[in-house]
């Protein structure tokens, strides 16, 4: 199925029956998402796959396959059921037998972009290495985010640092970035797997960031409150956003049927550097959020088969990670909140958390008949530390600190003793397994008060998977889950989250109860190119607290405060992908319908409220004669949200979000072909007028006899549209968004094999 004008393997994936591609990157495969994507069965960059997907040459693979259970610890064949799904990039021999160096090199007006690849696919080494440049939109953070999802219920991971404070909206646009990123991206990167003897492996992953991106936007927000005056409030902002990382990852690993062990340490160091103009309500001000982190990690796993029909297991996950953020307004605002209504100078919010976390566990795994039995005992500890305080500068460049009121120094300690006992009962096409997972949490920390809490959950769950047929399959799950609350909740000083919002808590620990039923029925005959799947959700969560917001004009507080809440998630979404042979094109559809209800509580009156949405997407692909080939995406989507008032009124928003992606390629000959792709979005809220974008691209490539090379004229935002404008709305929020558009881009772009 390759194509003439497919460059990287990415291009084909996302043409395959019955796998999608988000606008992400992320793949799923009959709905799913996949965990791992492998290059000949090596796992080179674990969730980090994009960096494989859009580097990798379509011409160096042979097969793209489909690994629907992937469970690849040998020694635990028989012993677990999987469920990640996992693609593998079958290499050609050719490929195995070189050394593949590609680049390419684009100027145009006012834009640049260059890159250097080098790929070793051999059967004992493989590396995938790069350096890229752009100034065009592309964004080459998200290429190395991790966005493999795994299904594992028994995975206890990493913790990801919460930043607390924020300069920018929380607006993102709904589309393409290189419509709309003003970028200077710069990366490297070196991935490097080494087989060694006895099943050993060797693995190094490095990455650097250096980023420069440049936002400047509006922002109209309108809150329609119950018993209260509409609250307006008008923002412009101009922001310089710098990013300078450095990822480093070893791992060593051993992967044999009698026994497997790995051992991954991580060092992370994002240094974060925003600066900028505000403007709210006619008051302008300066800001500057430099942010330093650190994290540095270390997961093992130790699997030893013992004998037939048993196995030991030990992991073990360290991590200790730090974040120091500082915003800095001037002059100062919200002088009323913060220095009795006298104008000051600046105003300096200061945040510090160090956080340690431990995890050990061992596990007892054995069979008999069609039985697997399965026992845990783990302890985990956390120690968090969280410093701020918020300084003012007066007019005589005097500094302090604002008060006691907004100041924390909190210590938040939790040590859980936990179990795990399963029993798995293995049938011919299936299996059914029963779990729980009790644990007993000590959590004590320093907030207003000193606080002490015993918690003892039995966390049960049940899993049912079947498979009916030859092709169908049949799963089910029910779980309860108790997650308890962590240092970002209980904090009690005010915290200045951004220059519009304060932010803390007036509640004991926070406890969220949630329970969960999922079921999925999933179709596929790969022969007959025919993958269909539905999927029926329920949660419910349960909490003892609620996030209360004053609003007032121009400033946000927000403060969870204790009550009993809960709220109701239904969703069904669905899928079917079809190649159609008789017409020679490949079809594929999809729904999502939700439905969420709960409470919401502002400016002191809680009301009730219902989240209605419904998406449906359509693709349609077909190859007319041999050089010309059309393809067609629609999406529909609508939400409706309904709020009740104390005054037994309902207020009700509707919003529509359509998009249209059409696509003609023409093959003029084996040198010359072409692309034409227009992107069409209309936006519809039921109290304003429709806002439509339009983007035209074209691409011309040409390819010279017998070079190992090609020419591309890039052409984006041929129509030069100018303005986005994104409008929010819901029962008491209308929100309306804009943002300048890059202009018309020209680029003319060599790609290069040396």
Known sequence: ??????????????????????????????????????????????????????????????????????????????????????????????????????????????????????????????????????????????????????????????????????????????????????????????????????????????????????????????????????VRYQEIQHTTERLSQWQIGAQIEKNSNSVYLKSNTKLDLPNWYRSGGTNQNNLAFKQIQPTNQLSLSNETNLTKAM????????????????????????????QEIVNDSIDYMLLDQQVSTKNLFVNQSATYKTKFARFVLSTSLGINYEHNTLLTDLHKTDSLN??????????????????????KAALIYLFKKGSLSLEASPSYNFINYNAADAEQNTF????????????????????????????????????????????????????????????????????????????????????????????????????????????????????????????????????????????????????????????????ISLTARKKIWSKITVSLTGDLGGLTHEQSTSQDLVIRNISKLNKVKAEFQHNLSDQIAYTIVNNFTSYKQASTQPVKNNFLDLNLKYSPIKWKSFFELQCINLINQKLYQHIHADANQLSVFQLPLRSRTLLLKYSFTF
């Open 456 to 615: 003892f959950r039995f966390n049960p769950a049940l899993d049912y998977r079947n498979r009916i047929g030859k092709y169908s399959e049949l799963d089910f799950r029910y779980s309860q889950q108790s997650i308890f609350g962590e240092i970002d909740d209980i904090y009690t000083g005010t915290i200045l989250t951004n220059y519009r919002q304060f932010s803390t808590n007036n509640t004991p620990l926070p406890q969220t109860d949630l329970h969960s039923i999922w079921a999925r029925f999933a179709y596929r005959k790969p022969i007959s190119m025919l993958f269909y799947a539905v999927s029926l959700n329920y949660d419910r969560s349960s909490q003892n607290f609620i996030n209360s917001y004053i609003i007032d004009a121009g400033v946000t507080k927000t403060i969870a405060i204790d009550y009993q809440n809960a709220t109701d998630k239904y969703a069904f979404s669905g899928n079917i992908s079809k190649y159609i042979f008789w017409i020679g094109a490949n079809i594929s559809a999809g729904a999502n319908i939700g439905l969420q209800k709960g409470n919401s509580l502002y400016n002191n009156e809680i009301a009730n409220f219902h989240a209605y949405h419904v998406n």
């Open 398 to 419: 005097s500094s302090n600190t604002v008060g006691i009121d907004f100041r924390n120094n909190v210590v938040f300690k939790n040590m859980g003793l936990y179990g």
């Open 307 to 334: 004998g037939v029909d048993q196995v030991l297991q030990y992991n073990s996950v360290l991590q200790f990670y730090k974040t120091n953020e500082n915003l800095k307004i001037s002059p100062g605002i919200q």
């Open 1 to 230: 199925m390759k194509d003439q004008n497919d460059r990287v393997i990415a291009d084909l994936i996302a043409r395959l029956p019955g796998i999608q591609i988000d606008d992400n990157g992320a793949i799923s495969y009959n709905g799913k998402r996949i965990s791992t994507v492998y290059i000949d069965g090596d796992n080179l960059l674990d969730g980090k796959y994009r960096t494989a997907t859009n580097n990798v040459p379509v011409d160096a693979v042979e097969q793209v396959q489909v690994i629907e259970r992937d469970q690849p610890i040998k020694a635990l064949n028989g012993y677990t059921v999987a469920s990640n799904v996992a693609l593998n990039l079958k290499i050609t021999e050719h490929a195995r037998t070189v050394t593949i160096n590609t680049g390419a090199l684009g100027v145009g007006n006012k834009a640049y972009t260059g890159e250097l690849n080098n790929l070793i696919l051999k059967k004992g080494i493989k590396s995938v290495n790069n350096i890229k440049a752009n100034n065009i939109g592309q964004n080459l953070q998200a290429e190395q985010a991790a966005i493999g999802v795994s299904y594992s219920s028994s995975e206890i991971g990493l913790k990801t640092p919460t930043p607390y404070l924020t300069m920018m909206s929380g607006v993102t646009p709904t589309l393409n970035e290189k419509y709309h990123l003003i970028n200077n991206d710069n990366a490297g990167n070196v991935n490097a797997l080494y087989k060694l003897k006895s099943d050993w492996t060797l693995r190094l992953n490095m990455a650097v960031l250096e980023l420069r991106r440049k936002y400047n936007y509006s922002n109209s927000v309108n809150y329609f409150l119950p018993n209260a005056d509409t």
